[in-house]
């Protein structure tokens, strides 16, 4: 056993993420909670501060512009040398799990450069593994977006072919920017929980948002972990939906949205005809991982089939109110580059909202996934 003071300074297994504000030599930093962390990234090294056990020097193991991981892999009596990685280097693909009930970053990763079948391999168990999916700093193409994306399975086309990017139909524009009176994306799009595209005899498998303009304030995305929301759920409230179905539809809520938002363009025939409404189960199997999640949303779920409207009301009610607990929540502050992608077999999620005079623009694909079972 070593003395206690050594004790104190054993970092061992640590692992922290930190996020700088500013780019600069030497930065302080806080650290996830509860170090505090001084930094010299050109050096590759850190010094951690924790209130308990004191301070100590560590190598940074990876870097990017906005995020960098620290990793302590040293007992406390051994003093590793800095590892320093030369200027534009990334070291190997790391996933570093977020202290929240879904979530991790992907570092060391540039969609830029050819990916390999062992990374996209990592990739995708990380996907099943933590639902969502951070990628930081990621400078591609609307192009490379779609390359990427399109690895995990065919794209979808958003019904408001309006929002399409120019030249890139499997991308939907997600703006409040408006060019010559005219809206250029769609401002309010996860204005309700929603499971994208839910409303489709095939639904989506995941989707992946890529930041383009970032307000200065707002414009956070919530994400709710529905495999949670499944095993915590009461069990009066599991009785009675086990082995039920509920009728989504993308029109459910299009007037409501169209009153808060004039813009919102009227569908045409063509348009209606492409949403008719579907059927699914209200608790649904992952298809790669066999875990149950509640498959309901306000944005899209109308009513449970074989119930009187009252009971169905008051049923999904309780479903939207237990699933969006705090506890089953990842909030996602962005970050100017940030890709996001996430599963919408096992999450719901919500745009928090951008104040009226503040630019938000993000680029969405989103991939299809199974038949709900
Ligand atoms: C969406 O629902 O896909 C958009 C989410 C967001 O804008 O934060």
């Known amino acids: 056993m070593p003395p206690a003071a050594a004790r104190r300074k054993d970092f061992t297994g640590f692992r922290m993420r930190v996020q700088y504000c500013a780019w600069s030599k030497i930065t302080a930093f806080q650290a996830s909670r509860p170090f505090i962390v001084k930094a010299d990234i050109s050096m590759g090294f850190a010094s951690l501060t924790h209130p308990a056990r004191g301070s100590k020097i560590v190598p940074i193991v990876a870097t990017l512009q906005r995020t960098f991981s620290v990793t302590t892999t040293v007992s406390s009596t ?10 534009g280097v990334r070291p190997s693909l790391e996933i570093v799990p977020f202290d929240a009930p879904v979530g991790a970053e992907v570092l060391g990763l ?29 400078r591609i193409t609307p192009a490379q977006h779609i390359e990427f994306s399109r690895r995990f399975g065919p794209l979808q086309i958003h019904v408001l072919h309006q929002f399409q990017l120019p030249g890139h139909p499997e991308v939907l524009i997600v703006s409040n920017i408006r060019e010559n009176g005219q809206p250029i994306g769609l401002g309010d799009a996860g204005h309700f929980w929603h499971s994208d595209l839910s409303y489709k005899e095939k639904p989506s498998l995941g989707s992946l948002l890529h930041a383009q303009e970032l307000p200065s304030e707002g414009g956070d995305t919530l994400f709710a ?27 459910a809520k299009y007037a409501e949205l169209q009153k808060r938002s004039p813009w919102r363009p009227n569908l045409s025939a063509e348009q209606i005809a492409e949403v008719k409404p579907v059927v699914h189960p209200i608790v649904r ?8 999640a509640l498959f309901v949303s306000e944005h899209f779920t109308t009513h449970i089939v074989g119930l009187p409207e009252d009971e169905s009301r008051e049923l999904l009610e309780a479903l939207f109110a237990h699933s969006v607990r705090d506890e089953h929540i990842y909030r996602h502050q962005w970050a100017e580059h940030d890709l996001v992608f ?32």
């Open 78 to 87: 051994h003093h590793a040398a800095p590892r320093v990685h030369p200027a």
């Open 110 to 138: 540039d969609l830029n450069k050819p990916l390999s079948a062992e990374d996209f391999a990592r990739i995708h168990r990380a996907h099943l593994d933590h639902h969502v999916l951070v990628f930081r700093d990621q």
């Open 225 to 251: 972990n529905m495999h949670l929301a499944w095993d915590t759920l009461p069990e009066h409230l599991r009785k009675a939906v086990e082995g039920r179905s509920a009728e989504h539809t993308y029109l």
């Open 285 to 292: 199997t992952h298809p790669e991982t066999g875990r149950k």
């Open 342 to 373: 996430w599963d919408n077999r096992s999450l719901m999620h919500l745009a928090a909202g951008t104040p009226d005079h503040l630019r938000r623009k993000l680029y969405r694909t989103t991939i299809e996934g199974n038949a709900p079972f």
